[in-house]
């Protein structure tokens, strides 16, 4: 099954950076904090309650597109840092390193990515298979980095389950394609197929920031389904 690719993101989008949720953007409906963001010491609380229409339709497009997966239940860490909807992805036909919790739409979103947009882009532009994605992680409590202290005590969409870092690529010949490394590689053929990932993830996720968007991301690409769109 292919997940549907929505429109390309126009480039007036980026206008609206400070409405954005990400690792350096206020998360989606997050309130502002007095204090910097952070679990609670006494561990989460279990959040009881149906589980929504869209979230239970989420579940059966990961079955349908065969991809293997665990419901996790819905947990308040505390802060602001609420997590629902959520699966931990177990196979999806590539492996995926540092992967926690994501809230299902950013899980599916992913594998759609992964399998339809990075994939075919090893395989044409490099020559050989993708057989492993790094990533730096999913969920984590804290607030937004990189943009001072303000920025600290609002809420990151990795607080709430709902983006991804992505760092590295593995090829079945053996090369190890960095973002850090390969985003201004004297390689061309490394450069095209990191731009060619980059555009089709901006295709796909609400917010995507690049090496080109700041020093904080020189390393990763950020990629979440929070406010939007902006690709960067």
């Not at 997590?83 to 590539?94: C, E, F, N, S």
């Not at 969920?139 to 001072?148: K, L, P, Q």
């Amino acid at each position: 099954m292919r997940f549907a690719r929505p429109p390309a993101f126009p480039v007036a989008a980026l206008l609206a950076t400070t409405l954005l949720g990400g690792c350096l953007f206020g998360g989606r409906d997050a309130p502002r904090q007095s204090t910097p963001i952070h679990e609670r010491r006494s561990g989460p609380v279990t959040l009881n309650g149906p589980t929504p229409r869209d979230t239970q339709q989420c579940f059966t497009d990961l079955s349908r597109a065969q991809v293997r997966y665990s419901p996790l239940p819905d947990r308040d860490f505390g802060s602001g840092c609420i997590v629902t909807g959520a699966v931990q992805l177990l196979d999806i036909g590539v492996p995926v390193t540092g992967l926690k919790s994501m809230r299902c739409p950013l899980a599916r979103t992913f594998t759609g990515w992964v399998r339809y947009g990075v994939a075919p882009a090893a395989r044409e532009i490099l020559g050989s298979d993708l057989v492993r994605v790094e990533s730096f992680g999913t969920y984590s409590c804290r607030g937004i980095i990189g943009n001072g202290a303000a920025s600290a005590r609002k809420m990151s969409e990795h607080g709430l389950g709902n983006a991804v870092d992505i760092s590295a690529f593995v090829l079945r010949d053996g090369r190890r394609i960095t973002i850090l490394g390969g985003w201004r590689s004297p390689d061309p053929e490394v450069r095209e197929f990191l731009s060619v990932v980059h555009q089709s993830a901006c295709k796909r996720f609400r917010t995507v920031l690049s090496p080109n968007y700041n020093a904080a991301h020189q390393n990763h690409l950020h990629l979440d389904m929070g406010r939007g769109p902006f690709c960067a």
